[in-house]
């Protein structure tokens, strides 16, 4: 980090291409956890422009609670301290959401199938490969996750950002209900009480909310299979015009 001449404190960040979602920017979620990794606790990030891989930008600390994320373009995310106040439905025990992973809509269909998140094209330990599928007998999707070894830092837990990354794709197949519809993360908040460990046995599951013309409101929940509360975002998916 360094001290620009308004004395902001700015630091270098790129997105590596193994953190993709479209297959030219990075994977939404990921990208805002690292934009709130410049915050410290509970946050949301705002997208204002899909994140280019393996391109420096600057992250802009603006004080305790505000963050910008730029390129020589402009804006490319915002974020900010907040509260994060979400319901969470149920929750699924990791057999449950095993069930419902074997249902997965991208299995048939998906617009990114080298997603790092949700891609089923991408490989045990490079992609997270969290395959979420709807849930028998209640609404929502789930899928069963057990961390690489490749997402942990120094002290041996998972990185946050890999979480916000776990917590996002889900509810994107929420809030499709199987339709296939053309999206892009718009906005997401997250709170995470617990980073899991490499090899725990995790469940995330996600709910369709609620929408209001072309934006779909998803929550979403990481929990260990004993059904702790492991972190729980809430996001919005803008529906958008699929490229030519």
């Known amino acids: 980090m360094k001290l620009d001449a308004t004395g902001k404190v700015k630091s270098q960040v790129t997105i590596d291409r193994r953190f993709c979602g479209p297959p030219d920017s990075g994977n939404g979620g ?10 410290a606790g509970e946050a949301e990030v ?39 106040e979400c319901d969470i439905p149920v929750r699924p025990s990791f057999e449950q959401a095993h069930l419902a992973a074997e249902h997965y809509a991208g299995f048939d269909r998906h617009f990114y199938p ?15 490969r969290i395959f979420a599928g709807p849930l028998q007998k209640t609404q929502g999707v789930a899928a069963t ?19 916000w990354a776990a917590l996002d794709c889900p509810g994107y197949f929420a809030v499709t209900e199987n339709h296939h519809r053309y999206m892009l993360l718009g906005r997401m908040a997250a709170a995470i009480q617990h980073r899991p460990r490499p ?28 059904g702790n509360l492991l972190g729980k975002a809430r996001a919005t998916w803008i529906e958008v015009d699929p490229p030519a």
Do not use: N, Q
Request: charged share 20%.
């Open 145 to 163: 996750w057990v961390p690489d070894p490749s997402l942990a830092d120094a002290a041996g837990t998972v990185k946050a950002e890999f979480v």
């Open 46 to 84: 705002t997208l204002r422009r899909p994140p280019p891989l393996d391109t420096p930008m600057i992250a802009e600390i603006i004080d305790h609670a505000h963050v910008r994320l730029v390129d020589t373009s402009g804006l490319v995310a915002e974020g900010r301290s907040i509260t994060v």
């Open 30 to 39: 990921y990208v805002s956890g690292l934009v709130a990794g410049f915050l």
């Open 199 to 226: 090899a725990d046995r995790c469940v995330v599951a996600a709910w369709h909310i609620g929408s209001k013309g072309r934006k779909h409101f998803a929550v979403s929940a990481l929990l260990s299979d004993t």
């Open 114 to 128: 080298t997603c790092f998140v949700c891609g089923p094209s991408r490989t045990p330990g490079d992609g997270l």
